[in-house]
């Protein structure tokens, strides 16, 4: 039976109200740290959903384990729940570094992490989980002992606080921390205020339960916390240059985070030029036009005197639209701004692109490509999808059948719609999704690609071989419109390409279309 304290330097009913706010801090910290490694899986593996579920069901999975173990540690709950705060303000405060140097110094530059990185994700979901699961047992002890009372309403009261507390962590986490401070020093900063929440607690009302050598003990373990976590926040920023310069060579000249991800280039000359958008190679300057060259030139053969573009704020698309005579308007629909500003100010870049956003023929829309597609201002007799790699993250819904079906809805009469499909060699189930998504959306459709991967070619990083040249790469990519003369034209275009064998595209015949609810692009 717990006793209530009789040394409490406050009233009982001042001191439920401070372990209940404690609760609610220490629950705003947990849900932050779980939110950074979700987002930080996400933007350096690239599956959002199946790092969302692995940190979410692994972490729940370990909470049920620390309520377990916390029942050894009810004997001396104040001790034990400043160690368990002082732990998890340690293991949640450092896994950001910890998470980005694995992904720097042990991945592939840009590409998937190495197995053992993803192990360690694992290892921190648990480890963090195991503590937070230890909290609640342990603030259930304290409570008590400050007042007895029904342990239903004890119960209710500190997962009332906890799940406020909760609510402000997710929200404090996208509108707050990862805005104003980053993932790093976010996560650095969260520790500091776990650790200094779960000290003030222990030691402002049951300083007098630990004995001298328990008091000591965790004053050395949170002043040791607070130390590493300080140091570590002053190094953060020569720790992320380095990691960036492991990540996506020496020769990093921007690298900016913006509302909408993170944007890195590389390379001081046009032809040297890389552009990484979370991690992921999105344009090198060594081989882009063949790329855009083939998502666009296809599509331009007939009527082409209103162009829209979903994506492609870098400018490169929109130059291929505007060599073609007879452009009258190129419509660019980009989510990111910061991507169009660099595209526009940076010197190599918008010499790549040739300086396209001086036309005035060029005109930017900043707005989500699918919601804008719901009430378009216009028609078009050319729409070109420059999205990333279909996968089940953010961009799949770039390539469902309801998103095909809405631009369908803004191509004119004969109009032409253009689609970056994946690459064929390497992921031929989910390049044929495409096009039968496209089909199912009710567009017929002409399957083509460009390059191909060597065999035998040993790739050092994103689009780099193992002597750092360009790697020959494979662009997959799928002409549709509403009819079949539409397409008829692009037979006779003037593009080197390899086209797609009848017999794989017999082979890939009968594959379901990806929907919003259901998108069949895992890996």
């Known amino acids: 039976m717990i006793e209530p304290s009789t040394q409490l330097p406050v009233t ?74 002082a732990a998890l303000a340690l293991v949640g405060g450092l896994s950001a570094m910890a998470l980005y140097a694995a992904f720097a110094w042990t991945g592939d530059r840009g590409e998937v992490w190495a197995s053992g990185s993803r192990y360690l994700l694992v290892a921190f979901s648990l480890a963090i989980g195991l503590l937070i699961g230890a909290e609640v047992p342990l603030l ?19 997962f009332a606080a906890d799940y406020v507390g909760a609510l402000v962590g997710g929200l404090a986490f996208p509108f707050l921390l990862l805005p104003l401070l980053g993932q790093l020093t976010g996560a650095l900063i969260t520790g500091a205020v776990n650790v200094l929440a779960g000290g003030a607690l222990v030691f402002g009302l049951f300083g007098r339960d630990l004995s001298v050598r328990g008091r000591w003990a965790l004053l050395v373990a949170n002043v040791t916390v607070l130390g590493i976590l300080a140091s570590a926040a002053v190094l953060v920023g020569d720790f992320e240059a380095a990691a ?54 296809p599509a331009m053969n007939g009527r082409h005197a209103r162009v829209l573009i979903l994506g492609g704020g870098d400018g490169l698309a929109a130059r291929e639209v505007l060599r073609h005579s007879g452009v009258r308007r190129v419509d660019v629909v980009e989510i990111d701004p910061g991507v169009v500003e660099l595209a526009r100010r940076d010197p190599a870049l918008s010499e790549l692109n040739e300086h396209v956003y001086r036309d005035p023929r060029v005109r930017v829309v900043h707005a989500d490509a699918f919601r804008w597609l719901r009430s378009p201002p216009r028609t078009y007799d050319v729409v070109i999808s420059d999205m990333p790699d279909p996968g089940i993250t953010a961009s799949t819904k770039f390539y469902s059948q309801e998103f095909y079906g809405l631009a369908r809805r803004v191509l004119a009469t004969g109009g032409r719609l253009s689609v970056h499909a994946g690459p064929v060699a390497d ?10 998504t496209l089909r199912a959306a009710g567009l017929m459709t002409d399957p083509y690609r460009v390059g191909g991967r060597l065999p035998g070619v040993a790739a050092a990083g994103p689009g780099r071989t193992a002597d750092g040249a360009a790697a020959p790469r494979d662009w997959g990519f799928v002409l549709a419109a ?32 990806s929907t919003l609810v259901h998108p069949r692009y895992a890996n």
């Open 482 to 513: 509403g009819s079949r003369p539409a397409l008829e034209p692009h037979r006779t275009a003037a593009l080197l390409r390899v086209g797609v064998a009848s017999a794989e595209r017999t082979r890939m015949r009968g594959l379901t279309p």
């Open 244 to 297: 960036r310069r492991a990540v996506y060579g020496k020769d990093v000249r921007v690298a900016v985070q913006t509302d909408v991800q993170e944007v890195v280039l590389t390379g001081g000359r046009s032809d040297s030029l890389d552009l990484y958008l979370d991690g992921r190679l999105r344009v090198s300057g060594r081989d882009e036009h063949r790329y855009h060259r083939a998502l666009v030139g």
């Open 12 to 85: 009982p009913r001042t001191g439920r109200l401070l372990v209940l706010a404690g609760v609610f801090i220490c629950a705003a910290c947990g849900l932050v740290y779980e939110l950074e490694l979700v987002a930080l899986a996400s933007y350096l593996i690239g599956d959002s959903v199946t790092q969302a579920s692995v940190v979410l069901s692994v972490m729940v999975f370990a909470m049920g384990i620390g309520s377990l173990l916390a029942k050894r540690l009810r004997c001396r709950a104040a001790a034990g729940f400043g160690l368990v705060e």
């Open 427 to 436: 992921r031929p189930r989910a390049y044929w999704t495409v096009e039968a």
């Open 140 to 158: 259930m002890v304290l409570i008590q002992r400050i007042r007895r009372q029904d342990p239903s309403g004890a119960v209710a009261d500190l």
